[in-house]
């Protein structure tokens, strides 16, 4: 585990943060390498209920390390290339993740953020796409998942301007959940994760599972309905769907076991 990225497990919650405030959080393979493998250890942990990915200092993360690119780095683990860039781009956790968008979030920290299910962010931060200006693109879901979450006119301005966008105007776009007052980005992150984590977690996880997949399914189509209905089956076949009812009818907190 690289000493750039810090892991702190406390109430359900996993908190990984990216720790290269010098270099503005940004991306080589060995970061990639050490968040990659810390989403996966928190993924496989039950305990867990809730990821969140953050940043120290003035950036989320200013995205790929252009110097560590020049070199020959390939910004993912070499002994799962198929994480993707930061070793989460490509990689499919079952957990929900919350990024906490302590500052800017340009180029590969947008699309890290993306890779996040839901987004908290202080209200000077900035995200954008700006690998144009450099003769790139944004090959890591930038131009996969902005236009699956924004109207596609804008995602197509934000990545052939390279301009970047603000807090306020991302919220607006329905980009991110909440903005929050500069520096409270993680304690933001922290509080709906802390919702989520009160929730049962088989239920949230599958819930999560089918709505990310039925965004890709004609809603009325038989694939979909099939999907809802095996996710369903599975749910109210499990203890916690009996745990939940009991619960409200005896009138205390419910005890989820996740199974």
Sequence with gaps: MSDEVRVETT????????????????IN???????G??????DDDEA???????????AFSAGADLKAVAQGDTLSDADHPEWGFGGFAQHPIATPTIAAVNGLAFGGGCELM??????????????????????L??????????????????????????QPISAARAYELGLVN????????????????ATIVANAPLAVRESKALMIAAAHDDELGADAWAANSATRNRIFASEDAKEGPRAFAE?????????
């Design 11 to 26: 109430d359900g919650i996993t908190v990984i943060t990216l720790d290269r405030p010098k270099a503005l959080n940004a």
């Design 29 to 35: 393979s060995s970061v990639a390498t050490a968040l």
């Design 37 to 42: 493998r810390a989403l996966q250890a928190a």
């Design 48 to 58: 867990v209920r809730a990821i969140v990915v953050t940043g120290t200092g003035r």
């Design 114 to 135: 993306l890779s996040c299910d839901l987004a908290i962010v202080d209200e000077n931060a900035q995200i954008g796409l700006p690998e144009v200006t450099r003769g």
């Design 137 to 162: 693109v944004a090959a890591a879901g930038g131009l996969i998942r902005l236009p699956q979450r924004i109207p596609r006119a804008v995602a197509l301005e934000i990545a052939m301007t390279g």
């Design 178 to 193: 909440r903005v929050v007052p500069a520096g409270t980005s993680l304690e933001g992150a922290r509080s709906i994760a």
């Design 251 to 259: 009138k205390r907190a419910p005890q989820w076991t996740g199974r």
